[in-house]
């Protein structure tokens, strides 16, 4: 997701492969980490309904437990705000490039924001969101 928003950072030629290889590093130490974690701390692994929980709690008790909970949710959180926040600049993108409807590009006079391009992704957003349900049938 990181590559949609390019066009507003300064050079993206230059910084954006960077940034993206710093991600990506970050993300496999912290996974690799994880996994020593696991390792170390919970032998059966493989049978746990939820291992990160189940370690945590091992190695730190019912506040590892709730340090991890807490965690989840602001990883979910975080997760959710950049995918919102990315898609809502496809459209636009789209628009600017004459993939869809020009009145889509439109940028509002006073917020300088792909305002219609926003109601459009957020109504689809909300439209989905309603049709679908998490819990399994």
Do not use: C
């Not at 997760?79 to 409807?101: K, T």
């Amino acid at each position: 997701m990181a590559t949609i928003p390019a066009g507003e950072v300064r050079d993206p030629k230059r910084n954006l492969p960077h940034a993206l290889l710093i991600a990506i590093a970050v993300v496999a130490f912290v996974y690799i980490l994880i996994q020593v974690v696991w390792r170390g701390t919970l032998p059966g692994l493989a049978e746990s309904q939820k291992p990160l929980a189940d370690a945590s709690m091992q190695f730190m008790g019912a506040v590892g437990g709730a340090i991890i909970s807490a965690g989840a949710i602001i990883s979910i959180t975080g997760n959710l705000n950049i995918l919102v926040l990315s898609v809502l600049g496809v459209p636009f993108a789209m628009a600017e490039q004459e993939q869809l409807p020009s009145f889509i590009a439109r940028v509002h006079r006073r917020f300088s924001t792909p305002h219609v391009a926003i109601l459009i992704s957020a109504g689809l957003m909300l439209l989905f969101t309603l049709k679908s349900s998490f819990a399994k049938r």
